[in-house]
């Protein structure tokens, strides 16, 4: 199974709503990742989990706050939004002793309003 | 600073023919670069990669070229499908950080694959 999966695929949500992203994957990677991808821009890094700890956040926004409850579960949960937080929210995994190839999930499609 | 560059915004290849995909970067410090496709409503899916010791790296129809000194590589598909219609994000990540990859994503290439 070489499957990341998200939920939802498509979110709508107003500036003063707090929803949550979700992303799962069953590869035993132990590394996990967010990144944003704005229209016609490349996948912009968010945070980077290394054995269900936070390694890396990009300067990224208390708005938005990760989660790694387990080795197969990350969480994205968003509070007080802005309509240029709209974007697709990806979400990857790799093995952590390997520099090679990051599966990424289908993406969220969020939009702020 | 856009750290890895993809000049061309859009390509477009007779089937059968080569694609070539470049890429260029000004980071000295990335040791591993990869190649990712990506269709419309789904994620990025890893194609193939190089490590900055080598300089190509065939995988079937892909062939991936480094030239360290210039700071860039290209991507070669040969012979072209119209299934590689897609668009092609080039990728750095620089020695390994805390165990984890930091990928730097080029801008994309949207390649078409006319029949």
Same mark, same amino acid.
């Given at each position: ?41 490349? /996948? &912009?890094?968010?945070?980077? %989990? ?13 708005? $938005?706050? *990760? ?15 802005? /309509? &240029?937080?709209?974007?697709? %929210? ?13 599966? $990424?999930? *289908? ?7 | ?115």
């Amino acid at each position: 199974d070489t499957e990341v999966t998200q939920t939802p695929k498509h979110l709508v949500m107003g500036m003063t709503n707090k929803k949550s992203l979700k992303c799962e994957q069953h590869m035993g990677h132990r590394a996990m990742y967010w990144y944003k991808q704005k229209a016609k821009k490349p /996948p &912009e890094l968010m945070f980077v %989990y290394s054995y269900e700890k936070l390694s890396i956040n990009e300067s990224v926004p208390s708005r $938005f706050s *990760p989660e790694c409850p387990n080795s197969s579960l990350l969480n994205l949960h968003l509070h007080a939004l802005q /309509p &240029e937080d709209s974007a697709l %929210y990806l979400c990857a995994s790799s093995q952590l002793d390997r520099v090679d190839e990051q599966y $990424f999930g *289908p993406g969220t499609r969020l939009t702020v309003t | 600073d856009q750290q890895v560059k993809q000049n061309s915004p859009s390509l477009s290849v007779q089937e059968g023919r080569i694609s070539i995909l470049n890429c260029d970067y000004t980071n000295s410090m990335f040791d591993y670069f990869l190649w990712y496709k990506k269709y419309p409503a789904e994620g990025p899916t890893f194609l193939i990669s190089i490590s900055s010791i080598k300089d190509k790296n065939e995988d079937g129809r892909f062939t991936v070229f480094l030239n360290k000194s210039a700071k860039h590589l290209s991507l070669h598909i040969v012979p072209s499908q119209p299934g590689d219609s897609a668009v092609y994000f080039c990728a750095a990540s620089p020695l390994l950080i805390q165990g984890a990859q930091k990928l730097v994503f080029g801008q994309g290439t949207r390649l078409t694959i006319n029949p």
